[in-house]
């Protein structure tokens, strides 16, 4: 204590008053911007037109219901989704009953709610992982809920926690999906979810990724 107390004396005071005179000389990028959470816009996908559209801030609060909570997770799917279909492994051929075939290495999404009608069958399913009850999970997308049989799984590379969204492929044995294995959805760059949505401003900065777009090949015009 007391070598801390030393060293914050008269040259603890000078370099503090060398490190604010570094921070406030130092330039700040003009690409650098600091963004409010509070002033960010609020995008919700629209499954039925594939965009994303805005949301209104009256439909927005600090402190949300149990609806909001539920709500907030269906939109995380949702966007989850839309940038899975985007990846050349997914074939967005149809959202019922689809499969996994192991020898072109394509995964078809189905979804919980088709999984009964399917059984003996390996199927892909993007859901969250949930536990309703004390050490009993389950696999829930909008549709609906399974009991999630993780014993003999083998995992891919990440951290798998509740309520987070899962691949899983498996098949429904007695009311229960065995999953034999689980990952996590792929990402994709940024340049991808640019092409997606190009004038969609995720960001409220004032500007679209299409007219960023336009001002970059204005820049390489001049060059």
């Given at each position: 204590?007391?070598?801390?107390?030393?060293?914050?004396?008269?040259?603890?005071?000078?370099s503090?008053?060398?490190?604010?005179?570094?921070?406030?000389?130092?330039?700040?990028?003009?690409?650098?911007?600091?963004?409010?959470?509070?002033?960010?816009?609020?995008?919700?996908?629209?499954?039925?037109?594939?965009?994303?559209?805005?949301?209104?801030?009256?439909?927005?609060?600090?402190?949300?219901?149990?609806?909001?909570?539920?709500?907030?997770?269906?939109?995380?799917?949702?966007?989850?989704?839309?940038?899975?279909?985007?990846?050349?492994?997914?074939?967005?051929r149809?959202?019922t009953?689809?499969?996994v075939?192991?020898?072109?290495?394509?995964?078809e999404?189905?979804?919980?709610?088709?999984?009964?009608?399917s059984?003996?069958?390996?199927?892909?399913?993007?859901?969250?992982?949930?536990?309703?009850?004390?050490?009993?999970?389950?696999?829930?997308?909008?549709?609906?809920?399974?009991?999630?049989?993780?014993?003999?799984?083998?995992?891919?590379?990440?951290?798998?926690?509740?309520?987070?969204?899962?691949?899983?492929?498996?098949?429904?044995?007695?009311?229960?999906?065995?999953?034999?294995?689980?990952?996590?959805?792929?990402?994709?760059?940024?340049?991808?979810?640019?092409?997606?949505?190009?004038?969609?401003?995720?960001l409220?900065?004032?500007?679209?990724?299409?007219?960023k777009?336009?001002?970059?090949?204005?820049?390489?015009d001049?060059?």
């Amino acid at each position: 204590v007391k070598l801390l107390e030393g060293s914050a004396g008269a040259n603890g005071a000078e370099s503090s008053r060398g490190t604010s005179a570094l921070f406030d000389s130092a330039p700040v990028p003009a690409e650098l911007v600091v963004l409010s959470a509070a002033d960010l816009p609020h995008y919700a996908y629209n499954e039925q037109l594939r965009q994303y559209t805005l949301r209104s801030p009256s439909d927005l609060a600090y402190f949300g219901t149990a609806d909001d909570k539920a709500l907030m997770f269906r939109e995380r799917y949702l966007a989850i989704k839309d940038r899975l279909l985007r990846n050349e492994q997914f074939a967005p051929r149809s959202d019922t009953i689809l499969s996994v075939n192991h020898e072109s290495h394509a995964f078809e999404l189905t979804t919980i709610d088709s999984l009964l009608g399917s059984p003996e069958r390996t199927v892909c399913v993007l859901g969250m992982i949930a536990q309703f009850e004390e050490g009993e999970y389950y696999l829930e997308d909008p549709t609906g809920a399974i009991p999630l049989q993780l014993e003999n799984t083998e995992l891919t590379t990440g951290m798998f926690t509740e309520n987070s969204f899962v691949l899983a492929e498996g098949g429904v044995e007695d009311g229960i999906f065995h999953a034999s294995g689980l990952g996590l959805p792929p990402a994709e760059t940024r340049e991808e979810t640019r092409r997606a949505h190009p004038r969609v401003d995720f960001l409220g900065t004032g500007t679209s990724s299409s007219s960023k777009d336009d001002f970059s090949r204005k820049c390489e015009d001049l060059v």
